[in-house]
């Protein structure tokens, strides 16, 4: 088991940027999957961004150019800044990491932030 703390949210402007943060309570897995999924109010959650441990980032089309994933391992932490925010970005931010051990696959998430960009 897993425990993911999150920071970083917030109240930001139309343009603004925001850095989130998400810790875990133990080293992760060398098989693993890091990502990001955002749930706005009255629709389903939506995986924004996804980082295969070591593989290439991913983006939902509407992010690219302005979110980016990284983590650092040393820490057992994982980013996301987002950059030139949009209100359409306005939604409950959660981190989210999938794991492989000789026990098999496991998943986990964070208690969500809030994210407000006002317009």
């Known amino acids: 088991q897993v425990q993911l703390v999150e920071s970083g949210g917030g109240l930001v402007q139309d343009g603004g940027s925001l850095r989130l943060s998400c810790i875990a309570s133990?080293?992760?897995?060398?098989?693993?999957?890091m990502a990001w999924y955002r749930q706005a109010p009255g629709k389903q959650r939506e995986l924004v961004a996804s980082?295969?441990?070591?593989?290439?980032?991913n983006y939902v089309d509407s992010v690219k150019g302005r979110f980016t994933i990284s983590r650092d391992n040393a820490k057992n932490e994982m980013y996301l800044q987002m950059n030139s925010l949009k209100p359409d970005d306005t939604a409950v931010y959660y981190c989210n990491v999938k794991e492989w051990t000789v026990r098999g696959k496991s998943e986990y998430w964070g208690q969500g932030t809030q994210v407000t960009v006002s317009s």
């Open positions: 133990r080293t992760i897995s060398r098989l693993n999957v």
């Open positions: 980082l295969p441990s070591g593989g290439s980032s």
